[in-house]
C-alpha cells in the first residue's frame, strides 16, 4: 500500500527520497554506552564518516526499574556532546533507538522527553527482539554475502540478542534478560572479583541459555559471529595475550577465565588490550560469553565491526526508500488473522482522506499519519479472537506481537488507536494517553472513529471535508443523512466522543 505521507513530498527529492551521498545518523543509546554512527549512503552502502562511543552506564542507574536522576544526568549530559555533530543532518534522517535499560525503566519519559528535546527527533524504544532483528541486519552488512546459516551473538550492558539467519534475513530471534552491566552489578559489586562470585554469574547465565539451547545450539548454524564491544574487547584481549591468533574460541575463553581468576578487583587486571571503559564489566561479560559458549555448544566465534547502530542506518534507509520493513508486519498480521479486506481498505481509506484534509490545521506529523493508516488497515483483526470487544482483542494483539521494525512506543500508539475506535472515553485513559503518545493521539481517535463508522456507508467519497484548529466539519450530498439514519445516528454519537478530545465535530 503507497505511504499516504509521500503524496505531500514535494521539491527536487520527490522522485528521489534519499539521493547518492545522503548523510544519515543512528544513536543507540544502550544500558552501558551511548554509540553515534553517521554516514554517507554511496552506492546504495553506508560510508561511515564520523562514529563515537561514551561511557554512560544507564543501566548502571537502574534501581527498581527505575532510572537514578545520575544516571538520567550522565545520558543527557552525553546527548547534548552528540547534538552539536547531527546538526547538520536532516532530522527525518537521523534514528534514536533505546535498549535494554530504557525498555526496563518506568520512568523512561523522564529521560525521553528531555533527550528529544535536545536531539530533535524521537528515540524509539525498541523490543528485545527488534533489537535483535536491527543487530544481524548490521551485521550482514557487515559480512561477506553467502548462503551460509550464521547465529549472530551481541552482549550488551543489559541483555544478549541471538539472531540465525541466512545473508539479510534473520529465521530466528530471541533477546535474554542478561548484560555486562547488570552482572557486574549483581555478581561483582564494587568490581571484586573471585571463583564464587564468576561461577555465580556462570551459571545463572547457563540457565537462561538452556531457555533458547533447543533452536539456538551448533546443529542450527555454520557459523558463529560476535557482534559487540564485550566480545571485540575480549578477542583483542586473548590475541594479545597470544592465546588465539584468529577470532575466539572456547579454549581462550577458558585461559581468559583462568588469568581472570588470579585478580581479586578488576583495579587489578593488567591486561594488554583492556581499556578503563571495559575494565568495571570485562569480568561479566567473560562469565556470559563463556556460558553462551558451552550452552550453544560453540567451538569457534569470529567477530564483526556491524552492530546494532549500522542495522539502524540501514533500517532507516529502507523507510527513506519506501521498502518499510512495518509494511511487511502489518501485511502478515493482517493475513496471521485474516482480516477483512475490504473492511480494512475502507476504514485505511478514509483515514488517509481524513488525515490528508486536517493534517495542516491539526500538526498532525508524518509518524502520526503513517501509524493512524496502520492502525486503520488493522482495527478489526480482534475478530478472528471473537466479534464481542474485539476492538479491545485488536488492540491486545497489535501491543504483544512481534511487529518487526516498530518501536515499544509505536506498537503501544497503534493499541491505543484501535482500542479507542468506540466504547467510552474515560478522561483518566485520555489523560494517560496523551502523557504517553502526545495531545495529536486525541485528534488521531476522532478520525479513526468517523472512519470507523463510515465504513459501510455508500456515497462517502462525495462528502466534503473542511477543517481548522478545533473543528471538522463533515459536509454530505443532500438527503444523504435520510438515506443513511443509522450511521447519521453513530456519527452523532462520535461527535458527542469528540468534544471530550477536543474536537467540534459539524455534520451538515
Not at 443509522?486 to 469528540?498: D, H, M, P, R
Request: aromatic fraction near 6%.
Amino acid at each position: 500500500m503507497r505511504n499516504p505521507i509521500e503524496s505531500d513530498t514535494t521539491g527536487a527529492n520527490s522522485e528521489e527520497p534519499l539521493p547518492e551521498g545522503s548523510l544519515l545518523a543512528a544513536l543507540d543509546l544502550g544500558s552501558n554506552s551511548f554509540h553515534l554512527l553517521i554516514g554517507r549512503l554511496e552506492h546504495g552502502e553506508i560510508k561511515p564518516i564520523h562514529s563515537q562511543a561514551e561511557k554512560v552506564q544507564l543501566g548502571a542507574g537502574l534501581s527498581g526499574r527505575k532510572l537514578s536522576s545520575a544516571a538520567i544526568e550522565r545520558g543527557l549530559g552525553c546527548l547534548k556532546q552528540f547534538a552539536q555533530l547531527l546538526q547538520s543532518i536532516e532530522p527525518s534522517r537521523i534514528r534514536v533507538v533505546g535498549t535494554h535499560a530504557l525498555r526496563r525503566a518506568r520512568n523512561r519519559r523522564e529521560f525521553t522527553i528531555p533527550a528529544e528535546q535536545i536531539l530533535g527527533v524521537p528515540v524509539d524504544v525498541v523490543y528485545g527482539r527488534e533489537e535483535a532483528r536491527l543487530v544481524y541486519l548490521g551485521v550482514a552488512h557487515a559480512l561477506a554475502d553467502d548462503s551460509r546459516s550464521r547465529l549472530v551473538v551481541d552482549i550488551g550492558g543489559g541483555s544478549t540478542e541471538f539472531i540465525i539467519g541466512r545473508r539479510f534475513e534473520p529465521t530466528r530471534l530471541e533477546s535474554l534478560q542478561m548484560g555486562c552491566v547488570s552482572y557486574a552489578h549483581t555478581y561483582f559489586g564494587k568490581g571484586k572479583i573471585s571463583k564464587r562470585r564468576f561461577n555465580n554469574a556462570f551459571q545463572q547465565a547457563l540457565i537462561e541459555i538452556s531457555h533458547i539451547r533447543g533452536h539456538f545450539n551448533a546443529k542450527h548454524w555454520s557459523e558463529a559471529v560476535g557482534s559487540s564491544g564485550t566480545l571485540q574487547a575480549i578477542e583483542t584481549i586473548i590475541k594479545l595475550n597470544g592465546w588465539s591468533h584468529d577470532g575466539i574460541d572456547k579454549k581462550s575463553l577458558e585461559r581468559l577465565r583462568k588469568s581472570l581468576m588470579k585478580y581479586k578487583h578488576a583495579d587489578d587486571i593488567p591486561w594488554e588490550g583492556l581499556n578503563d571503559k571495559r575494565r568495571s564489566v570485562i569480568a561479566a561479560g567473560v562469565a556470559i560469553a563463556l556460558a553462551i559458549f558451552t550452552g550453544l555448544d560453540i567451538e569457534k566465534m569470529r567477530t564483526s565491526k556491524g552492530a546494532l547502530r549500522e542495522g539502524v542506518v540501514y533500517d532507516l534507509v529502507g523507510r527513506l526508500r519506501h521498502e518499510d520493513v512495518r509494511e511487511r508486519s502489518i501485511t502478515a498480521i493482517l493475513a496471521r488473522y485474516q482480516a477483512d479486506q475490504t473492511a480494512s481498505e475502507r476504514v485505511s481509506t478514509m483515514v488517509t482522506r481524513l488525515a490528508m484534509s486536517v493534517r495542516k490545521h491539526w500538526q498532525l506529523r508524518d509518524r502520526d499519519v503513517e501509524l493512524l493508516v496502520w492502525a486503520a488497515r488493522c482495527h478489526a483483526i480482534g475478530v478472528a479472537i471473537s466479534q464481542k470487544h474485539y476492538h479491545r482483542h485488536s488492540a491486545y494483539l497489535l501491543e504483544n506481537s512481534d511487529l518487526a521494525g516498530f518501536s515499544q512506543g509505536e506498537q503501544e500508539m497503534l493499541a491505543a488507536l484501535v482500542n479507542g475506535q468506540r466504547g467510552k472515553l474515560r478522561q483518566s485513559e485520555l489523560g494517560s494517553m496523551r502523557q504517553k503518545h502526545g495531545e495529536n493521539i486525541a485528534k488521531l481517535l476522532v478520525i479513526m472513529r468517523i472512519a470507523v463508522v463510515l465504513k459501510w456507508a455508500e456515497d462517502v467519497r462525495d462528502a466534503k471535508i473542511t477543517a481548522s484548529t478545533a473543528t471538522l466539519n463533515l459536509c454530505f450530498p443532500r438527503e444523504w443523512q435520510e438515506r443513511h439514519p443509522l450511521t447519521t445516528k453513530e456519527l452523532i454519537l462520535v461527535s458527542n466522543a469528540a468534544r471530550k478530545l477536543g474536537v467540534q465535530l459539524q455534520l451538515t
